[in-house]
Structure formats: C-alpha cells, structure tokens
C-alpha cells in the first residue's frame, strides 16, 4: 500500500502559508489540479473523463445521464462546464455547487493514492476563470478524500496486511492536531502508536459503522500512519497442519451453538449486575481471541472464517446491547417483563395480544439461555410462547424443534416443528442440519440420510453434514428399529 506522502505534505505547506495558486499533478498522461486562493481550495479538475465535472453530477444523481452528451455539445459552443451545467439546471447554482465539491473530493481521493508523480506549485490569483469558488479549507477536503477513497477501496489491502504492523510518520500528531478527525479516526490513531502487530490492534477497535481496516486506511491515506512490510517468509515455511484447522472450526462450532442459545450476558462471560468496565473488558478480551481478522492467513479455509466472522457477530450484537446503559436498561427490563409474563400466561392460558408480539425476541432469548443451560423443559416452555406470537418465524419453531429433540417424550412435536421451519425456509441448512440430528437420535437413518443430501446439495463443503454422512456409515449407528417406527407410534 503506498500513498502519496509528498502530496500531503505539500497540501499541508500551502495551507499554512495561506498560498493562492495552481497546483497541478502529473502521472504520465493524467493531469489533475487544484486551484486555490489564500490557502483554501476554490475547485479541482481532473483531464481524466470519468472525473469530469458533468460525470460526477451524473453520478451523483444531481444531473440525468441524459446531460453529459449535452454539456459537451454546449461546450463546443464555447461555454465552461459550469456554464454548461448551469444551462441545463435553469440556473441552479445549488446543483452546482455541490457538484464542484463532490467533483474536488474525487479528484483529491485519487490524487492520495497516486505515488511517484509530478508535482508543481504555480503561484497567483485568478490562473484559471471560475464562476463558482468553493472556499474550503484543505484539512477539510483531505479528511473527506481520505474517507472518499478507503471507502470506495481506492487501494486494495495487500494479503499479508493482517501480519504487519504500522509506525507513526513524523509530523504526524501535529498533523493530526490540524486534521478535523471523528473521534473514530482519532481513536484509531491513538492506538496505533502502540506499536502492535495489525491483526491485534483491530481487535482492540469497538463495533460502530465504519470498519476497523477503513479507519486505518484513512490514516494510511492522510500520511497518519505508516504500513510497515510483514516479516518476509523464510524458506520452507509450510502452513499450520490440517489438524490445527479441524481444532478451530470445532472450536468455532462449539462457541457457535453455545452462543445461539446464551443471552448477551453468557455470550460475552458476565454476571447480569457486571459493571461497565467490565463489561468493555470482557468485550476486549473475547475480540482479540475471536476477530474473524486473526482467521484471514492462508492456513484457515473459508468455512473457518465464516465462522469466525458468525462468532464475532454474537459478540457484537451482545456488546452493542450491553455497552450503551440505556439499551441495557431496556434490555434488563425487557427480560424481566418477559420472565413474568410468560409465567402468567401458562398459569391462565389465555392467548397473547398484540402487544406482546413485540416481547417475541426477547422469550426467545429466555427460551435460548434454557437450553443453553440444559434446562430443556423450561427451554419448551419459552420457545412455545415464541412460536405462539409469532407462528411464521423459521428460527422460533427450529429452536423449540432442537430443544424438545432432547426429551424423548417431545420428539414427536419436536419433527413437527422442524419440518414447519423447513416449510418457512426451504432453503436454510441448520433447519435441515437440525431435522437430520433428530433423525439420528431415534434411529431413522434413510430420513437423515435424506436431509444431509439436500443440505450437501446446497453447501457441499458443509463440515456438519460430512460429519453427521460419517456417523451414518458407521456400523454401531444402525439400529434393529424398524424406521417410522417411532414417529408412527
């Protein structure tokens, strides 16, 4: 990843000496520039066509695409493209205005990226005519570039990006100070100065919308921060052996079914009155054992990473819940709402209104930590309520089907819910994953056989379905009861 450093530091220079001019870079037959006066950024323009004035409006859905065939032929009449524009807007200088600011963030978003070019300072007023001025200043414009090209993945991240480590430029925390950063961007930059390996410090990063890696491009981008090279290879280096992959997805798994029945205090290992400074810590800890980026080398498959990244949802979700003390409050209150008034509708059997169609999510949170205890008898009675409030959802009916498999006396009702999911969701594989299990416990091997084709045929790779094909195959699997017996009774 290489970025134009030589660009920012002259970017800074003119702001700080208030220079009016023409900036212009060059990379071989591309031309781009920035006319500025007293330091602030008056417009950009681009020779490239996909970076014309009329394009970006086009592409920014201020113009119809209809308009750049007329702006050229208006301009081969002699007007400017603002002239142009202005023309087919009837005189909406809005239109074009914003179409010069989003013309100019482009145009600087490419320039960051363009190392090893030309660059040449032309000093003046008045070098080029304009109609419009956009009087911006450039620390501005390079933050809005910089979040422009880690967005639209100006640079691509190397495959050893995750084993590398960043260093802090020179200059860079006065540049910092000058730089108007969210506090995402500052946060960022404050932890990258602790001189850890990449994959560990995004761990450290908290949920929000903008990811991890974007950030650090964005710092990367504004000569913030600086990507040191991954320790080289040495000959004869082989990858983790197959056995440490099988012991990740198994942990992986195991993590997973525990985390689809466990509520947001299980999932992140905290007592229900954990304190916020616990809660974060817990939250730290379980990131940097489980981000999916720690899974990104070429020693772990796909289906490793996918689960990685279905693990680190969990956490998220859980996290995003518990971090904010008004929506754990709603959370807390919420569960023990539900706690009584699941009781008092199984004591009066009276059916649920309205209004509580809305509680739906959080019994199935209930219903879920049940099972994930054992307490399967409990788990029935939660996960019922749900798929009484809501008889359309997949989820509720799999999840009363997978806890009434572990009663014998409910495997009855337990198939019926599970073919209800697969109805409700044709093509999901843990419904089918799950409907075959149950097959298994009571000896009907040619139903599961059934279910593992059809989850084979939509995932062949699917680790699960292998396993369960294998148990099928093994002599002590098969049973002297002769199938439908069961259900049939």
């Given amino acids: 990843m290489r970025y134009n450093r030589p660009l920012i530091d002259k970017l800074f220079e003119l702001h700080e000496s208030a220079k009016s001019g023409l900036f212009r870079i060059q990379k071989e037959s591309a031309k781009k520039q920035l006319v500025l006066k007293h330091g602030r950024l008056t417009f950009a323009e681009s020779s490239l066509p996909e970076e014309h004035l009329a394009r970006i409006a086009v592409q920014k859905n201020l113009l119809p695409r209809s308009a750049v065939p007329e702006v050229a032929s208006l301009m081969e009449t002699g007007k400017t493209s603002e002239e142009a524009i202005l023309k087919i807007s009837n005189g909406d200088e809005g239109i074009l205005e914003q179409a010069r600011r989003e013309q100019a963030i482009a145009i600087l978003a490419s320039m960051l990226k363009w190392a090893g070019c030309e660059m040449h300072f032309y000093p003046g007023e008045n070098l080029v005519r304009y109609r419009l001025s956009l009087d911006l200043a450039l620390p501005e414009m390079l933050v809005l570039s910089a979040r422009r090209a880690a967005s639209d993945a100006l640079a691509a991240i190397p495959p050893d990006f995750y084993q590398g480590a960043f260093s802090i430029p020179q200059n860079a925390s006065r540049n910092a100070a000058n730089l108007p950063l969210d506090n995402a961007e500052y946060y960022c930059f404050s932890l990258a100065g602790e001189k850890m390996q990449i994959g560990d410090l995004l761990n450290l990063f908290p949920a929000g919308a903008v990811k991890p890696e974007e950030l650090l ?273």
């Fill in 217 to 489: 491009l964005r710092l990367a981008f504004l000569g913030l921060i600086e990507p040191e090279a991954a320790p080289e290879v040495k000959a004869g280096y082989m990858p983790a052996a197959a056995d440490e992959t099988d012991s990740a997805i198994q942990n992986l798994e195991a993590m997973l079914q525990q985390f689809e029945a466990a509520d947001p205090y299980k999932i992140l290992g905290v007592a229900t009155d954990a304190s916020a400074e616990e809660i974060q810590g817990a939250y730290h800890e379980l990131a940097r054992q489980y981000h999916p980026d720690r899974y990104q080398s070429r020693q772990f498959s796909a289906e490793v990473r996918a689960k990685a990244e279905q693990v680190f949802t969990y956490i998220n979700e859980s996290y995003g819940t518990l971090r904010n003390p008004s929506s754990r409050a709603l959370y807390d209150d919420n569960r023990r709402k539900n706690e009584c008034s699941i009781e008092k509708r199984s004591s009066s059997g009276t059916a649920a209104g309205p209004e509580d169609r809305d509680q739906a999510e959080v019994i199935f949170r209930a219903g879920r930590a049940c099972l994930a205890r054992g307490d399967f008898e409990k788990a029935i009675e939660h996960l019922k309520n749900c798929v009484w409030l809501s008889p359309g959802n997949a989820r509720y009916h799999r999840y009363l089907g997978v806890a009434q498999s572990e009663s014998p006396k409910h495997r009855k009702s337990a198939e019926q819910h599970l073919l209800k999911s697969i109805e409700l969701e044709p093509f999901s594989i843990e419904c089918r994953l799950s409907l075959a299990k149950l097959y298994l416990k009571v000896s009907l091997p040619r139903k599961a056989e059934m279910q593992l084709r059809e989850v084979l045929g939509m995932d062949p790779e699917n680790r699960e379905a292998h396993r369960l094909s294998e148990e099928l195959r093994k002599p002590d699997k098969t049973s002297t009861r002769r199938p439908g017996n069961f259900f049939s009774r």
